[in-house]
């Protein structure tokens, strides 16, 4: 089966790289397409034209604006439909209304294709997008998703594409790095990351620059500190996608106004890098608007980390095979912390168990058979 994935994000092409690898040695052979930047994975042995090839370096060369307008239109309105018929699935990756031409396609040329939503895709949508999103439910084969999606799609679209639904987790690619990195090597990388942090506690604020991580609840949240609690902690803040210059500035300067000494990370961050943050970190806070199951957290969740989640983030994948974390409201962020800071070792060792937990759930070991079993239907 040759089966050709398209996805939003150019900073997923890690995972998708995964994900093949994975998929291959399972028998599935995929060939992968990001639409943002048009970089790919090519696995198949299917033939690409010519064409299409000096269509897709136009675009990622950027060079002339017009140019790569006339090569983007080229692709998706002619390139792409002849590319797909020679799949035997498109498999559409974290859904949204700008896939519609392209699934039209699909049903124009009657090309089966799969949905497999990512979390914020849906969870994230207002009406006007919940509305565009029908036409794909209507027209795929199946509706690709993790466990704690369904009670949205439910809550959205009522039952109407039960029998669609397929339960499917990604594998993490943060665990096989986590093990990877010794602990003289994460220390050395946490020294150049975090600068001398004088055995402080390591306390992570969100995982990216977008405002729906909700920085501002957690920053005041430290305001409620006790002054040995503040000379206590370094904070945190991985903001290296998603965030505006103003919102950077505004974080930073709402930071540096705390008194708290922090680590705001801006900048791109390697594989290794980031494995050593979840590694070095000891409390994680995540209180944004909506999410679904972030390699972040799993990251965090892993490495036995005393996460505080938002109560109303739907993580039933976490509490259905037993990983502990905290909930707490926006108003408890500070009664929390100070609670875990009296009794970090308490609280650290029940969060031990997360790790042979999280690794059952979310290692490719662990998820790559269903998904395979999924596209053999």
């Not at 140019?67 to 998706?76: G, I, L, M, N």
């Not at 004088?198 to 991580?213: A, D, L």
């Amino acid at each position: 089966m040759n089966i050709l994935i398209l996805y939003p994000f150019y900073n997923q092409r890690e995972l998708m790289h995964n994900f093949a690898t994975r998929l291959a040695e399972g028998g599935v052979i995929v060939d992968s397409i990001c639409v943002n930047n048009y970089s790919y994975g090519k696995n198949t042995s299917l033939k690409w034209t010519k064409f299409f090839l000096w269509c897709v370096t136009i675009i990622r060369s950027n060079k002339k604006r017009y140019v790569t307008r006339c090569a983007r239109y080229v692709t998706k309105r002619w390139l792409f439909p002849n590319l797909f018929s020679q799949y035997d699935l498109i498999d559409f990756h974290a859904y949204y209304p700008k896939y519609n031409p392209l699934m039209h396609t699909c049903v124009e040329n009657g090309q089966k294709f799969d949905i497999t939503l990512w979390g914020s895709d849906l969870m994230r949508a207002n009406n006007e997008r919940k509305e565009l999103l029908k036409y794909g439910f209507d027209n795929c084969h199946r509706i690709k998703m993790t466990g704690n999606l369904y009670d949205t799609m439910v809550e959205f679209y009522g039952n109407t594409y039960s029998d669609k639904y397929r339960e499917v987790y990604f594998g993490s690619n943060e665990i096989d790095q986590i093990d990877k990195v010794s602990d003289k090597e994460a220390f050395e990388i946490k020294r150049k990351l975090l600068g001398d942090t004088n055995n402080k506690r390591i306390i992570v604020f969100g995982y990216n620059g977008s405002g729906s991580q909700n920085h501002d609840n957690m920053i005041s949240a430290l305001c409620s500190l006790s002054d040995e609690e503040k000379h206590s902690v370094h904070i945190v803040l991985p903001m290296t996608y998603g965030a505006t210059p103003n919102y950077l500035t505004e974080i930073k300067m709402k930071m540096e106004e705390t008194g708290f000494s922090f680590t705001l990370l801006d900048h791109f961050l390697g594989v290794k890098e980031v494995a050593v943050i979840r590694k070095t970190s000891d409390i994680v806070v995540n209180v944004q608007d909506t999410d679904a199951l972030s390699d972040s957290l799993r990251g965090h969740l892993y490495c036995g980390n005393v996460c505080i989640f938002g109560e109303w983030l739907n993580y039933s994948p976490y509490t259905n095979n037993g990983s502990y974390y905290i909930k707490t409201s926006m108003d408890d962020i500070a009664k929390h912390l100070e609670e875990v800071l009296a009794h970090y070792d308490d609280y650290h060792q029940r969060c031990f168990g997360n790790h042979d937990k999280i690794k059952s759930l979310f290692s490719w070991d662990a998820t790559i058979k269903n998904q395979i079993a999924v596209y053999g239907e």
